[in-house]
């Protein structure tokens, strides 16, 4: 447990949803400004080759809170999660980020967006948070807070496990609720240190500024396509920058800006609206854009400012916080990810990583070896150089057929460590009796390096 002198960080973890690589202005968005978000970047760690472990939520969201490839829990095989299929999420049994924080004596809070499983058998109290404000599922609209239209639930607003009513737009009521937390947090707890995840839905549809609320009463859907535009996208994003500077603004004011580590990431690449040049492809898509996100890191009080070449995934900030914070992963779930905090020390050089992905029964495939990526949309197979061809137009595998074949087979070998996806995934969903057969904690402990 913490000490009364603890001086390990405190740990706050910012998530978009859906966000460009090119939506902020230090990435180079030129239409509008995002000069909180650009401040944090000047004064910690821009990363340049950071990725997500998929290119839709969810399934990105069991990767971050487990450090494991999401394909090693059923609930990770439906890209995301969808419906009302109560057994299916993740399990309270497996360590996660906040749970191992939490018992190595963290104050642990998700104010957001969970997404990872629905009431009552999973929840982010049953996978160790001490407290949730926020949704349960993928998306609510901004104002109404309302999971769908025409649903007979109210909303999809809850502290911990009890539906509440707020007013006003969700980005913002997020940033209050955070601002509040801390302040308690500080207040009662001066000495413990707390990890707080701040999951945003923002900027996802519905596609609704902080001034379009009149928008939100005659929305059909919350997915409507005949709705958005460049203009209230960027409204959304700066909104976002907006409620994140509150938040950096309170730990300011509390004193412990200096050693708290602030992550700020996208759960997959941009939708529709969204800027990912110089990478094409966005959300659902395996090709750079929907799978490269912006993702920045300040810890002032150990890391100096820089920009990071280092290739990292989602999966990578559990060992990595957990190292932070003088612990570590279970050594009956090792962690897939890496602890990348030696290259940001400065006491190891980047190195180079392998990473795999995979989506909808194996429609896309990919594996980034170093600079070279697999990639297989359906039939069509391309191998890149992304060291010289970040824009994926160069297709390879005639001319480099041994690197091509190579990956394949790792990709090949890898898949074979994780659970298949088959296609009741997508027609039936899975019920309590395949769950129990898929599960299997030997099989998903198997980790290719």
């Not at 708290?260 to 395996?286: C, H, M, Y």
């Not at 962690?335 to 190891?348: A, F, Q, Y």
Request: hydrophobic share 35%.
């Amino acid at each position: 447990m913490s000490q009364p002198n603890d001086t390990r960080p405190n740990i706050l973890f910012i998530l978009a949803d859906d966000l460009g690589w090119a939506d902020l202005s230090v990435y180079g968005q030129t239409e509008y400004t995002t000069p909180h978000l650009d401040r944090l970047a000047a004064q910690g760690v821009r990363f340049t080759q950071a990725y997500a472990n998929s290119a839709v939520c969810s399934a990105t969201r069991f990767a971050l809170i487990t450090g494991r490839y999401q394909y090693r829990l059923p609930g990770g095989l439906e890209e995301p999660l969808a419906g009302t299929r109560q057994h299916l999420g993740l399990p309270a049994e497996h360590p996660t980020l906040p749970s191992l924080l939490k018992a190595a004596g963290y104050a642990t809070a998700l104010i957001g967006k969970w997404h990872l499983g629905s009431l009552p058998h999973h929840g982010p109290l049953k996978s160790g948070y001490d407290r949730f404000f926020g949704n349960y599922g993928g998306a609510i609209d901004y104002f109404t807070h309302k999971p769908g239209v025409g649903t007979h639930v109210p909303r999809d607003l809850y502290e911990g496990e009890v539906p509440v009513a707020r007013v006003g737009y969700y980005t913002y009521i997020l940033a209050d609720e955070t601002a509040k937390h801390i302040r308690a947090h500080a207040q009662q707890h001066p000495a413990r240190p707390f990890f707080v995840s701040l999951h945003f839905t923002a900027p996802h549809w519905p596609w609704v500024g902080p001034d379009d609320e009149a928008v939100s009463q005659h929305l059909r859907e919350l997915f409507h396509r005949d709705g958005g535009n460049l203009k209230v996208y960027a409204t959304m994003v700066r909104a976002l920058d907006t409620a994140i500077g509150q938040v950096l603004a309170v730990l300011d004011e509390q004193g412990m800006a200096d050693n708290t580590i602030v992550i700020f990431s996208s759960d997959n690449g941009g939708e529709r609206f969204a800027k990912t040049w110089p990478f094409i492809g966005q959300k659902t898509e395996l090709l750079e854009g929907g799978l490269r996100v912006p993702t920045l890191l300040r810890w002032s009080a150990r890391l100096a400012p820089q920009v990071s070449e280092q290739v990292t995934i989602s999966m990578d900030w559990l060992p990595t916080l957990l190292a932070a914070a003088g612990t570590a992963p279970d050594a009956a779930y090792p962690s897939d990810g890496e602890n990348i905090l030696p290259v940001l020390l400065g006491t190891r050089p980047p190195y180079a990583r392998t990473l795999y992905w995979r989506y909808k029964a194996q429609a896309q495939r990919a594996v980034r070896d170093g600079d070279w990526k697999y990639l297989k949309i359906n039939e069509n197979e391309f191998l890149f150089d992304l060291a010289h061809d970040v824009r994926e137009r160069a297709n390879l595998r005639e001319r480099s057929p041994e690197v091509f074949q190579r990956l394949k087979q790792q990709w090949d070998d890898w898949n074979r460590a994780q659970l298949p996806i088959t296609e009741d995934v997508y027609t039936h969903g899975v019920t309590p009796d395949t769950l129990a057969d898929r599960y299997v904690p030997e099989r998903s402990q198997r980790v290719v390096r």
